[in-house]
């Protein structure tokens, strides 16, 4: 089985899939994750972000694993653990550059299907329903107000000792919804049987209950 959680950045995805897979026993793929590690890799050689060739080299040569461990889900990229490198601001807007190329989409478009054939899988990002899995038993499109999504990244900032800018970072939200819904490859789309989740009014504990709802009666 799988099931598709789309969405734009901030909705609440990684939260809701990460317990869901965890309820379900089912492995847990953030494809999130993987284009924040070609725009790393990019970062770190000095790749232009518009040089599809070189970015869409990078991606071919990158091997991921996703495992549980300890309830947690380790991410492995060609066999070494991916650590927090992938999560800042910079890597987070390379990140929304390099996955408009065609080329890297298709690249790492291959490594999901590939992982996702092997089980049963959650899978967490912005094409998975419409493009990657279309025929995927649930499809969830999470949604969030962008103020909401703001509020909730600087929560994240200074809980980790940062003093962040709100506005700033709503501002840096709405370029990437909007790089993400307009680019012509793979754009942020709502498929029409995806169940929309508005995670503004649900707490988290209502929306995963919803997606197991949806899970048992797909199966
Ligand atoms: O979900 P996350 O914020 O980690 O994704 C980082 C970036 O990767 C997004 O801004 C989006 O541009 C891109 N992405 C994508 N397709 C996916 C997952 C992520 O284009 N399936």
């Known amino acids: 089985m799988i099931v598709a959680i789309d969405g734009p950045a901030g ?86 550059m390099v996955s408009t190329h065609e080329s890297v989409r298709e690249a790492l478009v291959a490594l999901q299907r590939q992982m996702g054939n092997q089980s049963d899988c959650v899978l967490e990002g912005r094409d998975i329903g419409s493009v990657v899995f279309p025929n995927a038993e649930v499809k969830i499109f999470l949604t969030a107000s962008t103020k909401e999504r703001a509020r909730r990244r600087a929560e994240q900032l200074k809980e980790k000792g940062e003093t962040p800018d709100v506005s700033a970072i709503q501002t840096e939200i709405e370029n990437r919804d909007a790089r993400d819904t307009q680019r012509s490859a793979s754009p942020l789309v709502k498929t029409a049987d995806a169940h929309e989740i508005d995670s503004t009014s649900h707490s988290p504990e209502e929306i995963v209950e919803m997606v197991l709802d949806f899970a048992r009666n797909a199966q």
């Open 11 to 96: 909705a609440g995805k990684s939260t809701i899939a990460s317990e869901v897979a965890k309820r379900l026993g089912f492995q847990l793929i953030d494809t999130g994750a993987m284009y924040r590690t070609v725009a790393l890799k990019a970062l770190q050689a000095g790749v232009d972000l518009a040089d599809a060739e070189k970015l869409s080299e990078i991606a071919h040569q990158l091997h991921f694993e996703f495992a549980w461990v300890d309830g947690t889900n380790r991410i492995k990229v060609n066999g070494e653990p991916l650590g927090d490198a992938i999560r800042t601001e910079e890597v987070s807007k390379a990140s929304s």
